[in-house]
């Protein structure tokens, strides 16, 4: 009977450990998330500053002509468009996106190897290097920046980032707040890229689709 009772005993306390390392995990999960949340910057960290370069990435509305003023007002020498779906050819892209011809074909590189942020970066990482850029602006929704500045930081460190946000700050009203779902998704990839980014896994994984020299 005691032997009955010293089991029931450290199977209650083993769920009562279980139940509190559940709570304190989810603890610091609402806080990061608040911390993460109240943390997003939705101006430009340097908006006059001028980068070797200008990288936008896709998959967001307003991040292509956001980018596209932002080189024709000289703020870098070249802008790579990267995460082009394959099948999108130029032409379409130019004009879905209202491009001017002569900035198009001057000055802007399309990049269609990635196919995630960390593909992103990767594919940035090689365009940097073929150009020797040692500094970027980096333009993206502003809940998705702070995990692009982790890939991106990973993919190659030592390389000066400046954040310039899609948001309400820099485009209008029209770009919304984004849910809490959506927040909570993208606070969980953060946290997966700046642990990757912690690890120190290096670009070079990716083989480029165009001719970045």
């Known amino acids: 009977m005691a032997r009955r009772i010293r089991k029931r ?6 769920v009562k450990l279980l139940f509190a390392l559940v709570l304190v995990a989810v603890l610091l999960w609402l806080g990061g998330f608040v911390w993460f949340v109240g943390g997003l910057q939705t101006t430009p960290e340097a908006p006059q500053a001028q980068t070797d370069g200008i990288v936008v990435l896709t998959g967001g509305p307003y991040r ?6 932002l080189l024709s007002e000289g703020l870098g020498e070249r802008l790579l468009i990267t995460g082009i779906y394959g099948e999108l050819d130029d032409e379409t892209l ?3 996106n209202a491009i001017p011809k002569d900035i198009f074909d001057c000055c802007i590189d399309l990049g ?5 942020t960390k593909g992103n970066a990767d594919e940035a990482a090689i ?6 850029y040692r500094s970027l602006r980096i333009v993206t929704t502003f809940d998705h920046m702070p995990r692009s ?17 899609v948001s309400p700050d820099t485009v209008g009203p029209e770009v919304r707040w984004p849910s809490a ?3 909570a998704l993208e606070y969980t990839k953060y946290w997966a890229a700046l642990l990757r980014s912690r690890a120190g896994t290096g670009a070079g994984v990716l083989r480029p ?5």
């Open 112 to 116: 269609r190897g990635a196919a995630n």
């Open 64 to 69: 292509i002509n956001l980018a596209v003023s």
């Open 94 to 96: 130019r004009r879905a």
């Open 181 to 183: 779902g959506r927040l």
């Open 149 to 165: 500045l982790a890939e991106f930081h990973r993919a190659m460190p030592g390389i000066q980032l400046i954040a310039h946000p």
């Open 209 to 213: 689709t165009a001719d970045f020299t």
């Open 127 to 132: 365009w940097v290097a073929a150009h020797g």
């Open 9 to 14: 005993d450290v199977v209650f306390a083993s």
